[in-house]
């Protein structure tokens, strides 16, 4: 596998493009194009919201129904959230609109949204932006970046990553935009992320190495707890590569699986990292769990848990907050039989173990507390199961962006 | 139900004091004890975290395994958590030397600890802290306040409350004292309450009555998400009011229930205001749920997520977070049939009806959000259960409080 320049677009035949459409402020790219020129397969992972934005609900319903997914059409500014019926006439406009503009069929073009909740999107300004994006798309890798630009809210930098791998003797490309943890005007922590590939693969096999992927990916991070009504994830293959087709239980669907998961945690750590106002990337492993779900579920206590990341900003090594993070979990455990570490990158410490406090160096844990990526190991000694999950510390910044007032 | 003045020494027979024993700080009262005159029927319920700090072993053992309770020795500083062995023992010589002190036996005794996570106790100080709270006890309203005082760490107020209710005639009083929300080396939201009545009540029917109460006050509030070690809840009855003995099932019995669930309300939603930072209390009833179960899942996910907690402290009435984290809560319902409120002391505002935004006004919004307890109405307009949680909004002081180093 290897990492290459670009992003969303780079795999062959995939075009995207990022523009300025003016849906909530003046001199922002807020509107982004993915367009493939040969019909994909598409494979999506929904947030687990029971209240969905409408372009969740349209992308659902298309993925399941149409025999092929063609475009996407993403706004920033806007969730399209808490919007009745006419945030549903927004979605279906949109894919008429793309679709006349395109030269694809309705039923072909996905459409997402990130902002605040409530205002109906202004649908005069979105056909406008669809028929400038129309006209910008292209392979260029800048244009990529561009899209990856557009679907930025209060990220502070864009996502996107590109990857190589080889399949039977041809090369797939594997792209992905990402965008993560704020907005301009913060309602919720939505991520967005965009993946495609030039891979021949049926949509049986795109959709379970989704599943699998996200569970161990997009998953595992928080940014504060808050499970957006837009979040997205979705997959689209167009075959253009030409390889023989990726088969479950063979070394191609090995390589593949291995490449599409690189991408994909990659993006997803840079989400957790790049979350509002953070300033450090939490991880933490644990190891020697009983089952892998509660090495995700231990794991992801500790990166949720306000008082850790509290201390990680305050680079306090309090491990306590870890302890008592495990300990309410859900998972069961016995504290008085395991250990905790902080692990920088020129050393790890052992600072709990078997029920106590060992007598390690506060300055050096200061130390790896101080870093920009803070690694927190639990070794629970019951088996040989593990997990890793990411956030971010929790700071001044994230409650200035977020106590702000929406206008 | 009358509320009287006084706290936890309020009832006939109860004792209290609170002193400095020179735990962690010095010019600080630290330890605390709650005394009684005749023995005591106890029911009790500890933090559901799988990390138990040695005091809430210790507790649940005497209050199991004892034929009475008489007295609780309480320090502030240190939680006893994460101590190992070490700890248990601690608990056990506090016991044994209070025991000498007040001439009770030494498993009539139980121990509270809340602060940071790790250190042993001082058993010395500890042991001279006994003798002191062993000559100052008294039943004056000023012992019962100087105990209140010694158990806080970052509460910035005492908590203590007594009301009297009138059973078969007689008068039985109940008096409680409670901490809460933060630490002054914060490590957990550890809340500790303390409710003595001398009320004659059988032991199976004050556990009935801890249940059910605490399920609708003390697990009805957070502050930050985080479980701690050592929450304790904590009811002790010595019958000195003399009065005949309350049954459930009689009118005594559902007056006595009235004003114990008031007191233990009052403390909760006392914890939630005060929680670390706090400038607002956020109250969250959820009506029309379809179960009580599900009502409550609504109402904790509301007052537990960031985003409201910080738009609260915005005043911003971003209703869109609220409707976000009752989709998340993991209960099921449908956003386009259900209705949100935000409730001032002169007004109810009508913000989210059947799919969308209503056109509230952004400024009577706003007057709402600014007031010192800011009230949420979800009618979900599925049946007839309700339930009302309560926290409070996310600040600079939270982060500032619990980033800054243990030392």
Redesign the interface.
Known sequence: MDIITGGVNAPTGFEAAGIEAGIKYENRKDMAVIFSQKPCVAAAVF??????AAPVKWDRKMIDESPFVQAVIINTGI?N???????MRACRETAEAASECLGIPANAVLVGSTG???PQLPMDRIKEGIKKLAAAKSHDSSNGTDASKAIMTTDTVNKEIAVNVSIGGRTVTIGAMSKGSGMIH????TMLSYVCTDAVIGKDTLEKLVRETVTDTYNMISV??????NDTFIALANGMAGNSEIVEGTADYEAFKEAFRYVNETQAKRLAGDGEGAQALIECRVVGADTKENARILAKSVI????TK??V????A????I???????G???D??HMELYYEGDMNKLLI?R????TDYSEEEATKILSEKEVRIIADMKMGTEEATAWGCD???D???I?????S
Chains 1, 2 share one sequence.
């Open positions: 947030t687990s919201n029971v209240v969905k969730a959230a808490g919007t009745g019926e006419e945030g605040v909740i409530g913060p309602n919720m922590c504060d707890g808050d499970t957006s009504t949720c848990s306000s008082l509290a201390a900003f305050g680079h306090d309090n491990w306590g907050r302890l008592c993070a495990l300990g309410y979990s998972a069961s455990f504290p008085e709990y078997d029920g106590s406090g929790l700071t001044f994230y409650v200035k977020n106590a702000d007032y929406r």
